[in-house]
């Protein structure tokens, strides 16, 4: 069984702050971390496309393909879909070939 990386970039609908999606974002968390096979998720910004980037790290390709479904499918998770620009959305998910978390 591999890791499997799970992106989702996106952009904010007009008007919403950092501040909006750093509180949805976290009330999400709960419902996502719960989830099977979850193992870390962060969020990073872009500045020069104004593009956020949501990382999340599952034990598997099912397990995240199921958690897709189930994220959007949760009340929990709909006050931060509602602030994405849904035009702009990318998902991917990616098997991890090589890791290390080694301090350099």
């Known amino acids: 069984m591999n890791t499997v990386i799970e992106m989702v970039s996106f952009k904010l609908s007009a008007g919403v702050t950092e501040q909006d999606l750093l509180a949805a974002t976290k009330q999400s968390h709960a419902f ?9 998720r962060s969020l ?7 593009t956020w980037t949501d990382i999340v790290y599952w034990q598997s390709m099912e397990t995240a393909k199921a958690a897709a479904e189930a994220f959007m499918a949760s009340a929990d998770c709909q006050a931060l879909i509602a602030l994405i620009d849904k035009d702009s959305v990318v998902m991917q998910h990616q098997t991890v070939q090589f890791s290390s978390c080694d301090a350099a």
């Open 32 to 40: 996502v971390a719960g989830l099977d096979g979850f193992q870390y």
């Open 44 to 50: 990073s910004y872009n500045e020069a496309s104004q």
